[in-house]
């Protein structure tokens, strides 16, 4: 990996993790009747904490995309997946509440099952498949899975829905990612005309906006612990799902990488769950509906 990629990588992961800490502080003052609507974005643009978060979150976006321009999405993902550990520093250092022993576990095992599962599988790029059916089932079984998991969380609004909320947006999140790499590509070969034409770049903003309600409507259900590290999770599996799937990514098969990889997906499963039953975490429900407006 060439150290501009590694520099795009994190410097966006700091973006992005500072941005989601700042939209929650800003969502979980907002209105539980905007839970997973349109309206909750309108709410709170009103709210300048919250579009500070939006302007980290975009330069966020934009550096990863320039990542993903000049790297492998399953290079990338991995690096992006970093802002967990610069959001819960952001808001540990907010609420004065230490994560623990059971919480660094957590966030020991998230960011190292990640990492062993890109390192055993050593990415490397590949010609990409030029098959419709196979991109479109992939990215269909993303998004399909995106919108059960929000079905799910809509009908049971409890604890369980900012998890749930969370790795629906990271699913989305991971399909956007390859979309905009894809959007990248398209643009160096056929400049605006080619990029305008095609509908990647009209992909990339549905999800866009659609992972941004998810991930609000989570941040107004919980503290930021309960729903970020789902997504953070979740984002990178689906843009390497995607990446190896359909845009020509390749990964090691032999039996030693393979074991590896199955541990680091333990291991994120793992830390997810230690962090979801961290003390410090609300295990009652959501917080009264009573708001009436949203907090600045």
Not at 14 to 29: D, E, K, P, R, S
Not at 82 to 91: G, R
Not at 186 to 201: E, H, K, R
Request: aromatic letters at 6%; charged letters at 10%.
């Amino acid at each position: 990996m060439s150290v501009l990629v590694l520099v795009l990588a994190v410097s966006a992961a700091f973006c992005l993790g500072i941005g989601f800490v700042l939209q929650q502080n800003a969502a979980q003052h907002a209105p539980l009747n905007d839970f997973l609507s349109p309206r909750l974005l309108l709410d709170l643009v009103r709210v300048p904490r919250w579009l500070f978060g939006i302007g980290f979150m975009v330069c966020g976006m934009v550096l990863g995309a320039i990542a993903l321009g000049n790297g492998e999405i399953s290079l990338v993902e991995p690096l992006l997946a970093t802002n967990l550990l610069f959001a819960l520093a952001l808001s540990r250092h907010q609420t004065r509440q230490p994560l623990g022993k059971q919480g660094w576990s957590g966030l020991a095992l998230l960011a190292g099952g990640v990492t062993a599962f890109i390192v055993a599988g050593e990415p490397r790029s590949g010609d990409a498949v030029t098959d419709p059916l196979r991109r479109w089932l992939i990215i269909g079984l993303m998004v399909g899975g995106a919108l059960l998991l929000t079905a799910y969380a809509k009908k049971s609004r409890m604890s369980s829905a900012p998890v749930l909320l969370g790795v629906a947006a990271g699913l989305l999140y991971g399909v956007q990612d390859a979309l905009t790499r894809m959007s990248g590509q398209l643009f160096s070969s056929g400049g605006w005309g080619g990029l305008l034409t095609s509908w990647q770049p009209y992909g990339v903003l549905a999800l866009g906006i659609t992972g941004l309600i998810l991930v609000q409507s989570a941040f107004e259900m919980a503290p930021l612990r309960m729903s970020l590290p789902a997504l953070t999770a979740a984002q990178p599996l689906a843009g390497i799902a995607c990446g190896v799937g359909f845009m020509g990514d390749q990964l090691r098969t032999d039996a030693g990488a393979l074991a590896w990889q199955a541990t680091g997906l333990t291991a994120i499963v793992a830390g997810i769950v230690l962090l979801g039953m961290h003390p410090a975490m609300p295990t009652t429900g959501p917080r009264e509906g009573d708001r009436a407006g949203v907090g600045v």
